[in-house]
Structure formats: structure tokens, C-alpha cells
């Protein structure tokens, strides 16, 4: 009754209205435009087509979720009073197609250990993709698909950005609870450039150099293209300044120049070529210290680059390649965009003497050294003073630095790719051949202890060889 009074009056004040017309009849006034057919399609005002709109749309094709199985967890003693959990670990994160074969950039962190990965296409295809070859240290992966004719993403740059202009991050968040496949698109600035980040928690790359924006980056974003008003990818997203876990408006991403390098060399070598200065500096984890002093050179590498260039223990470096040098980050930040051969114009100040000095960067000596082989699937190099620089071994023994480890091995013995090995029983070992033939002589069921040195502590390690 309510609902049919109020129908009434409706119908009364719109007839009413239609009075004042003269004799225009019930069926002129009448006249409605009838709803849009479902289906059917209208003209969009171009006022709503805005740049976001335009620039989505041209990245959004080539924009890839990509799904990860990860390696079940070894039980536990805990296991025994809460249960052992039976779910598959799994692991989401984004990407986008580089090249129309199935090339594929993301993040090193998306796909890491990963035992089975799954491409999702924007058509919600999906792929099997298998990791071409990682960088930890720039946080950059190359994937492929046995897919062609695939859209691709165009690229950029990001030397050029202007603070305060349009950014759009491109991803899969929560891509567990969403059931599509198209990519999510979130808007914001350039907040800021050049920003450099103290790695810690699960960081393990080096973050400097990075692109910061406020637009929306969530857990799944990562490996996502950050992409300009023009539908330009200028960046990957990769990490977040968070206390929840969500977006709090302080999202980086890695520039697309050192995405781009990184990439091009897995792709062409399945490695990346560090460039290598031959110097460390001191390193500060108190970032608010920033000097106007520059930084101090801690060690120089005998007969590398740096000891080549004329730079000494002491000295302090204030500029490297025009960027003034306050932090040991911004040291960072400048090593990581070399390449193998390019050259460093440093101004390093002696004394009370500044001077520019020209550094040519190297391979890493741990690259070019003589690699041995023990327990099918350990890689030794010999320390040599060169690779006790690049490392910072701070033993006088000398030994031999694990370069490659299988994971059954490291499991087995509880060592890590990067500890030094030393020693055996009470027996010194002063380089990689030293090291293959003591444990070689080792007899299985026999006990033995290992004396390794760990991020530049000393520790002994109690094992046996198995059958």
C-alpha cells in the first residue's frame, strides 16, 4: 500500500508537470530513453579517457601473474605436539612479457626456490615457466613460456623522471583471493628518486638507486612493471615500506636501465658479470649520519682496479661518475649499474689533496678464479688475496670459499655458499685443492670437524661423512 501511494504521487507531480504543455498528449510525456540493451555499447566521453586510462591499456596485455609451488618444509620436533601442516607452500607474484617468445621479467624473490612455476596471460592462459637465470643482487629473474606471438611491454627510462608525475603500478595483488586474470591497476606519483635502502628482514638484494612512488603496490605486486603516462615501463616493483604487510603510499622500484642490463645478460649468458672496483669502504648501518665527507676506503685489492688507479687504504672517495658520495649505499648504488670494463671517475681526497682518479672495473675474482670440485656438487675457489678483498675473509689461513653448493649438501654438512673453509680436524688448509683432498681422504661413517669462517666469525662444525 505504502509503495503504491508513493507511485501515485510520483506519477501525480510528473503528470502535473506535463499539464502546463498544452495539448501534448499522455503518450508525448510519456517519452523516456529506454535503458541500454545489455550488451550494447556507448561512446565514452573523452573527458573519462585520461592518460591512466590509455597508458593501462597499453601495458595490461603483456602483464603476467605468475604462481609458485614451493619446497615442503623438513619436519620438525614441533611437528610432534602441533601436527605438521598439510598444505603445499605457495607463492604469488607478477611479471611481464619482455619479448613475443616468452621472455619474462620478475623478481628474483617471486620465484626463488621455486619447484613449480605457472604463467598466467592476461586471457587467463596458462603456461609452465622455468627460470632462465636469477640475480639475487639486483632482485631481477628471467622466465620463459613456450608461448609466441605474445604483446609486449615497451620500455622506457627512468633518468629522466620528474618528481610529482604520473606513476601506474601494474600487478596481481592478493592474486590467491581473485579469481581473474587481468592485471589490477593503481595510480599515483613519482614521490621520489634515487632512494636508497638499507636491506634488511627477507631483503637480500641490494636496493639502491630505486624509484619511489605512492601508487598502490600489495603483496603479489612484486615483479609487476611500473609504467609512465605514455604506457612506458620505467620500473619493476619490488618492495614496500610497511608495518601491516599493506601499501602505506611508500612503494620502490627497481629502475628498468638496470632491470633491462640484468636481463639482457641472463638472457644472453644466464649469468650476470658484476663489475668489480677492487676496494671496499666502510660500511655504517646509521644511514643519519650523512657526511658531506664522503666515504672511507677500508681495503684495496693487491694488483686490482682501485690499487691500478692509485688508491690507497684511507683514502676517502667524495664522488664517484658526478655523484657526490655520502653514504656507503651511494657507493652501492653507483657499483651496481656498472658493467665489466666501464670506468669509474672518482675524486678521492689523500691528505688534504683531492684528485680525480680513473678506476677501470674488472670481472670478480671469484669469477675468473680456478674453481675445484668436492662431494659432487660443492665449488671451491682458493683464497686468494684478490678474492679475500671481494669477500672480506678476515682469516690469515687463507682456505677455500664455497662459490657453489647443492641444497642435499648444504643440508648435510650445515654449511652455505660464501663460508670459507680452513681447516679439517686439526689440520690448516690454505687453498681450494687442499680443502678437495682432506675430505676426499675422509672415510665414510667417520666423524670429522670442520673449521669454516661465516660472515667473519670462526666457527667448528662436528660432522660425519655419510655412506
Known amino acids: 500500500?505504502?509503495?503504491?501511494?508513493?507511485?501515485?504521487?510520483?506519477?501525480?507531480?510528473?503528470?502535473?508537470?506535463?499539464?502546463?504543455?498544452?495539448?501534448?498528449?499522455?503518450?508525448?510525456?510519456?517519452?523516456?530513453?529506454?535503458?541500454?540493451?545489455?550488451?550494447?555499447?556507448?561512446?565514452?566521453?573523452?573527458?573519462?579517457?585520461?592518460?591512466?586510462?590509455?597508458?593501462?591499456?597499453?601495458?595490461?596485455?603483456?602483464?603476467?601473474?605468475?604462481?609458485?609451488?614451493?619446497?615442503?618444509?623438513?619436519?620438525?620436533?614441533?611437528?610432534?605436539?602441533?601436527?605438521?601442516?598439510?598444505?603445499?607452500?605457495?607463492?604469488?607474484?607478477?611479471?611481464?612479457?619482455?619479448?613475443?617468445?616468452?621472455?619474462?621479467?620478475?623478481?628474483?624473490?617471486?620465484?626463488?626456490?621455486?619447484?613449480?612455476?605457472?604463467?598466467?596471460?592476461?586471457?587467463?592462459?596458462?603456461?609452465?615457466?622455468?627460470?632462465?637465470?636469477?640475480?639475487?643482487?639486483?632482485?631481477?629473474a628471467v622466465l620463459k613460456i613456450n608461448k609466441t606471438g605474445l604483446p609486449v611491454v615497451?620500455?622506457?627510462?627512468?633518468?629522466?623522471?620528474?618528481?610529482?608525475?604520473?606513476?601506474?603500478?601494474?600487478?596481481?595483488?592478493?592474486?590467491?583471493?581473485?579469481?581473474?586474470?587481468?592485471?589490477?591497476?593503481?595510480?599515483?606519483?613519482?614521490?621520489?628518486?634515487?632512494?636508497?635502502?638499507?636491506?634488511?628482514?627477507?631483503?637480500?638484494?641490494?636496493?639502491?638507486?630505486?624509484?619511489?612512488?605512492?601508487a598502490a603496490i600489495n603483496p603479489g605486486n612484486s615483479g609487476g612493471p611500473l609504467v609512465n603516462a605514455l604506457g612506458e615501463v620505467i620500473g619493476v616493483n619490488s618492495s614496500i615500506f610497511s608495518n601491516t604487510g599493506e601499501s602505506v603510499g611508500l612503494g620502490f622500484a627497481i629502475p628498468i636501465e638496470r632491470a633491462a642490463r640484468v636481463a639482457n645478460e641472463i638472457i644472453a649468458t644466464s649469468t650476470?658479470?658484476?663489475?668489480?672496483?677492487?676496494?671496499?669502504?666502510?660500511t655504517s648501518g646509521n644511514?643519519?649520519?650523512?657526511?658531506?665527507?664522503g666515504v672511507q676506503v677500508r681495503t684495496v685489492a693487491p694488483g686490482g682496479p682501485a690499487e691500478r688507479a692509485g688508491i690507497k687504504p684511507g683514502d676517502v672517495l667524495v664522488a664517484a661518475n658526478e655523484h657526490p658520495l655520502r653514504t656507503y649505499l651511494d657507493w652501492e648504488a653507483v657499483k651496481l649499474d656498472l658493467k665489466v670494463g666501464d670506468v669509474i671517475t672518482v675524486s678521492a681526497k689523500s691528505g688534504a689533496t683531492v684528485s680525480a682518479r680513473r678506476i677501470v672495473t674488472g670481472d670478480l675474482p671469484t669469477v675468473t678464479a680456478a674453481r675445484v670440485q668436492v662431494l659432487r656438487g660443492m665449488d671451491l675457489v682458493t683464497v686468494t688475496p684478490a678474492v679475500r678483498a671481494e669477500r672480506n675473509v678476515t682469516n690469515q689461513f687463507g682456505g677455500a670459499l664455497i662459490v657453489k653448493i647443492q641444497p642435499d649438501i648444504a643440508t648435510q654438512f650445515g654449511i652455505q655458499k660464501g663460508d670459507v673453509i680452513y681447516g679439517i680436524n686439526q689440520q690448516p688448509l690454505k687453498t681450494a685443492d687442499e680443502v678437495a683432498k682432506a675430505l676426499g681422504a675422509v672415510r665414510a661413517g667417520q666423524m670429522f670437524i670442520l673449521r669454516i669462517e661465516r660472515n667473519g666469525r670462526d666457527a667448528s662444525v662436528q660432522l660425519r661423512m655419510d655412506q
Not at 287 to 293: A, Y
Request: glycine share 10%.
Open 1 to 140: 500500500m505504502v509503495i503504491r501511494r508513493i507511485a501515485a504521487v510520483l506519477l501525480g507531480i510528473v503528470l502535473s508537470g506535463c499539464r502546463g504543455q498544452g495539448n501534448a498528449s499522455a503518450q508525448q510525456v510519456a517519452v523516456v530513453p529506454p535503458p541500454p540493451r545489455i550488451g550494447a555499447t556507448r561512446a565514452v566521453d573523452a573527458q573519462r579517457r585520461t592518460a591512466i586510462v590509455d597508458a593501462s591499456a597499453k601495458v595490461a596485455p603483456a602483464v603476467v601473474s605468475i604462481h609458485t609451488i614451493l619446497p615442503t618444509p623438513r619436519p620438525s620436533q614441533f611437528d610432534f605436539f602441533f601436527g605438521q601442516s598439510q598444505e603445499t607452500p605457495q607463492g604469488f607474484g607478477t611479471g611481464f612479457i619482455l619479448r613475443s617468445d616468452g621472455i619474462i621479467v620478475t623478481n628474483n624473490h617471486v620465484v626463488e626456490n621455486a619447484q613449480q612455476i605457472t604463467v598466467t596471460l592476461a586471457d587467463g592462459t596458462d603456461a609452465d615457466g622455468r627460470v632462465l637465470g636469477a640475480d639475487p643482487v639486483t632482485d631481477i
Open 154 to 214: 615497451t620500455l622506457g627510462r627512468s633518468s629522466d623522471l620528474m618528481i610529482g608525475e604520473w606513476a601506474i603500478a601494474l600487478g596481481n595483488p592478493y592474486a590467491y583471493l581473485l579469481g581473474n586474470s587481468e592485471p589490477t591497476v593503481t595510480a599515483g606519483v613519482i614521490s621520489a628518486t634515487h632512494r636508497n635502502i638499507m636491506s634488511g628482514g627477507n631483503m637480500q638484494g641490494v636496493y639502491v638507486g630505486m624509484i619511489q612512488t605512492d
Open 272 to 282: 650476470v658479470r658484476r663489475a668489480w672496483p677492487g676496494l671496499e669502504i666502510v
Open 287 to 293: 644511514l643519519s649520519d650523512h657526511r658531506t665527507g
